[in-house]
């Protein structure tokens, strides 16, 4: 049986990515504000997908309210979702208290264990006497009970839980999807080194609370944040002749950090070397961060600046570190480490000194025109295709300056363009692992009980959350997603949420879509080929029908 339905479930899923797409940008006829198709439209984009009786509840309040709506986020209740997020521990505590709840104590036994092997006699076994440094919490955890490691490891498992729940559950749904959105374009890895602890209070305070405010107080939130200053090194990039000029013992003469790869014709950083070589490093001027800023935080790569503007913003940040950044502190500007000398960056001379240089980069970054094009583009891209129109990407351009990078008015200017709401934007889009996943929760109407499934079935996808090693992010076009196991691994996730009640389809759920029609009206909306309704028809039980809308064309795009 379920041989069956995985071979009818590959067929369909090739025919997902197989299907003819219009090539270039895309028409521009507007749709119709009550049509299905616009609703339909409307909730793939702005949201995960619709739920059971989704669509109908839009129709009644109106497109233009709906969106309204969602603009503000704020003005939207949402205590069911917090009601979900209750159980979490981690998810609210500040880096400082995670570093002191579940990173130092696995810091503390890895010490402890090393003393214990010094201590042991030369035959090898171990000493008698137990160590009186470890405390009775780590001898227990050294015996066999949860090791400090797996609870360390709990502080990711439930941020990528909570990230899955609330795109699932929450009303909220634009802020949802643009606080993915703007996490990836200002990306952090969660397997470097401490950012494990350090992403929670990263995303919760300076990605989501700004993701519809102003550009350049987002730029500035994640320029402070810690997370971001560890990821691409600045909280350790000193002027290398700070400490002689200042009369102290001199900081070692550093290199800087453009060698290596090659990306848009600029020498890129070879990987951060683990970090008993980075003690020994030399430490110096760090150009990580200021390539970064401008490659992909705001002026693209084709945006007019040089190396010896990524050299100068490096100097003008400087000192731009981490307070205590083993006990999870938070920004701090170092003037001892700052290169107080004149910088030019893109034709500006900066001449403000101290911290007041990294915040002039910032706004001249924030307001260069570059970046209100690289910004609307890929904003575009998201939300309209993968090749979006050059007049949309105009006009969002146009609103950005005009309004000095309010998110929010440019991505009104967007949802209600004629672009985002032609027809020939419908299903244009195929879905990111993220995507599709989260929009088969909602669609099949699912409770789910344990969350960890859905993380690890994200990482079955290619896409493990928060583990996007380089500083680009995951692509969101169809050629990242396309591959012969990606759509092998959606088969086998499709199948599984059909039978799995751990994620959870009750046998009433599914009794309820008991028949082809009103299946395909609840999850597909019932705008499918003649082709998928005959592939559905092939099934031989409720949960085969399901795989197989969830896999088919229609639902793999959006």
């Not at 521990?89 to 995670?98: A, G």
């Not at 700004?210 to 550009?215: A, D, I, Q, R």
């Not at 996808?461 to 396309?482: E, I, N, R, S, V």
Request: aromatic share 6%.
């Amino acid at each position: 049986m379920r041989a069956r339905t995985a071979a009818l479930l590959t067929i369909a899923i090739l025919a997902a990515f197989s299907t003819p797409q219009a090539a270039g940008p895309i028409p521009v006829t507007a749709a119709a504000p009550t049509d299905q198709k616009a609703i339909v439209h409307l909730l793939n984009r702005i949201g995960y997908g619709p739920r059971p009786g989704d669509v109908e509840r839009v129709r009644e309040l109106g497109l233009q309210k709906y969106i309204d709506q969602q603009l503000h986020p704020e003005r939207i209740a949402d205590a069911a979702m917090d009601t979900r997020l209750s159980g979490f521990v981690t998810i609210n505590l500040s880096s400082r208290e995670i570093s002191e709840q579940y990173e130092q104590p696995q810091l503390e036994l890895r010490q402890a264990r090393k003393q214990q092997a010094a201590a042991a006699p030369p035959n090898g076994q171990p000493a008698q006497t137990p160590n009186p440094d470890m405390t009775p919490e780590m001898r227990r955890a050294a015996r066999g009970g949860v090791p400090p490691q797996q609870q360390a490891q709990a502080v990711l498992i439930e941020l990528q839980e909570q990230k899955l729940l609330r795109a699932i559950y929450s009303e909220r749904q634009l802020q949802e999807v643009l606080t993915d959105f703007w996490f990836n374009h200002f990306n952090v890895d969660a397997r470097k080194g401490r950012d494990r602890f350090l992403l929670t209070e990263y995303e919760r305070e300076a990605i989501r609370p700004n993701v519809l405010g102003k550009f350049r107080d987002l730029l500035g939130a994640t320029a402070k944040s810690p997370a971001m200053l560890f990821y691409l090194d600045n909280f350790q990039s000193v002027d290398p002749n700070a400490g002689a000029a200042r009369g102290g013992r001199g900081l070692r003469p550093g290199v800087t950090a453009g060698r290596g790869r090659v990306r848009g014709g600029l020498n890129m950083p070879m990987p951060t070397p683990p970090p008993q070589q980075q003690a020994r490093a030399p430490r110096g001027l760090n150009e990580n961060y200021g390539r970064e800023l401008m490659e992909l935080h705001t002026l693209g790569v084709d945006g007019g600046y040089t190396q010896k503007d990524v050299t100068e913003v490096a100097r003008a940040f400087t000192g731009w570190t981490i307070d205590n950044p083993r006990q999870g502190g938070g920004f701090q500007f170092n003037a001892r480490m700052h290169d107080e000398r004149e910088k030019v960056v893109l034709g500006h001379r900066i001449k403000a000194g101290g911290i007041n240089d990294g915040e002039e980069v910032l706004t001249i970054l924030a307001t260069h025109p570059s970046t209100a094009r690289f910004i609307s583009t890929k904003l575009a891209r998201r939300f309209v295709s993968d090749t979006p129109p050059d007049s949309l990407i105009d006009r969002l351009s146009a609103k950005f300056k005009d309004t000095k990078g309010d998110l929010r008015e440019v991505m009104r200017t967007l949802l209600t363009s004629p672009e985002f709401q032609s027809p020939d934007a419908y299903r244009a889009k195929v879905k990111t692992p993220l995507e599709f996943i989260v929009s088969a929760v909602r669609a099949t109407g699912a409770e789910v009980v344990n969350a960890r499934q859905l993380v690890s079935g994200m990482q079955q996808l290619g896409m493990p959350l928060y583990q996007c090693q380089p500083p680009t992010g995951y692509k969101d076009t169809a050629d990242a997603w396309t591959n012969t196991g990606a759509l092998v691994n959606r088969m086998n996730f499709a199948t599984t949420l059909s039978t799995n009640r751990q994620l959870g389809m009750s046998p009433a759920q599914l009794q309820a879509l008991g028949n082809r029609d009103t299946l395909l009206d609840t999850i597909v909306s019932g705008d499918v080929s003649e082709t998928t309704r005959a592939t559905v028809a092939k099934a031989s039980t409720v949960p085969q029908m399901v795989a197989l809308t969830l896999g088919s064309p229609e639902f793999q795009r959006r």
